[in-house]
Structures are given as C-alpha cells and as structure tokens.
C-alpha cells in the first residue's frame, strides 16, 4: 500500500500519502483507501504526502474510459470528504495538481508551505478538468476558476491563499509548527460541536455541491472518451506535442 495511517491517543488520525515514483498520484486502490480511512471516528483527521509533491493528480494509467463506473472514485472521494464526521486538514507540502487541488479544495482546513504550488493542467492533453473545476468554482468563484482551468497556470502558495483553496501558510521549515498550532485549536473544541457546525455549513451547499458533482462527472467520461483525449494521452507517454499546439508561438 502507497498511503498509511496513525491515529494518536488524541483521537488525531494522520494519513500519508507515498507514491513517491508517480509524485504521489492516487490510483484507484489508493483512492479506496483514502474513502475508507475517511469514514473513520477521529477528532481531526490530516492529510499529508511524503515527498517534494502534495499529489500530482489521479494515476490514469489503468483507467478504461470505456467503463461507465470508471469515474465514480473520484466522486465517491468528494462525498467522503464532505461526509466525514470530523474536520479534515490537508497539509500541502509541494506541487498540488489536479486531484491535488481539488483535495486542497474538499479539505474543511488546509495549511500551505510557501514553496508549493496549484494547477490544473489536464487540458494539455487533451482532457477536461471537470470534477477538479466544479471543486474549485464552489471556491473561487467562476473567473478565476475560468483563469485556471483554461490558461493552466500555476498558482503560488500566496495566490492560492488569496483565492481561498488555502487558509494557512507556512515557510518549510515552520510548517510542523504551524499544524501543531492548527492541531492545537481545534482539539480545544468539543468534538460535537466541530461536528454540527461542519454539517450546517455543509448543508446549506448540498444540493449544488451533488448537482455539479454528478454533472461533472458525466462530462468527465464523455471527455475521457474523446478523440482529443486519446491523442493527448498518446502524445504525452510519447513526449510529443499534440496536433492542436502551434509549431510557432502565437
């Protein structure tokens, strides 16, 4: 198994991600995983990676666009997050892209270093972002969801910070210090109380945040399905350029 979880005599449960080979991107076993850790009774619950990067998005290369099922992961990954009893705190340590971001996004709490960074870079090749967007724009907001999602520019930790996918920064060597504070003040809440406020909050969005989920969902087959993202995937093991990128600058 490329994650793994301790859970401390605070009722904190820490879960890490470690798929250093593929910058930490989730396969479908991982993703499982991740749901079902979720579920479990904590007081907190924190979400870190080892290595330079957070997560570099969703390992696709046993995915079969053929199958109608094959992007439910990803949205049972959402509800999971929306549905834990507990707060979560993602800790972003590096390169968060693509499914990176939208974890940042489903994280109730989420503490950046200084040093990573925020992209959703799947239109290069070929494929819509579209669960990763609909993440994103309950954030940001449509233009800069917009700005993200069609320029594939990476963000700064500060950037994200301003946007709001992040509440907390930290320089490298401060970030231990900075979540132990973040620990801290949540563990001096009653557990019960944490809970009901995450649910109101939560519930005043819901029928929006499943309506975009589902749709987001259908449209990430239809484009996982596609010509385009057939040759961009082609193109990109083979470290080529797609036809649809200029051979001179515009």
Known sequence: MKMSRTLDSHGVLEIVIDNQEKRNALDDEMIGYLIEQLQTRARLTILRSAGKYFCAG???????????QSMQPLRALALAFR???????AIVQGPAIGLGVSIACWSD??????EARFAIPEGRIGIA????????????GRKRCLDMCLTARSLTAAQAHDYGIVQYLATPDRIHDAKRDIVDRVLQAAPEALALSRSLINSLHEDAFHNHLELAARQALVSARSATAAEGLKAFREKQSPSWVPREPA
């Open 83 to 89: 549905n834990a009893s507990q707060p979560v705190l």
């Open 58 to 68: 969703r390992d696709i290369a046993n995915i079969d666009p053929d199958d109608d």
């Open 129 to 140: 972002p579209t669960i990763t967007a609909a993440s994103l724009l309950e954030i940001v």
């Open 109 to 114: 709490l989420c503490l950046s270093s200084t």
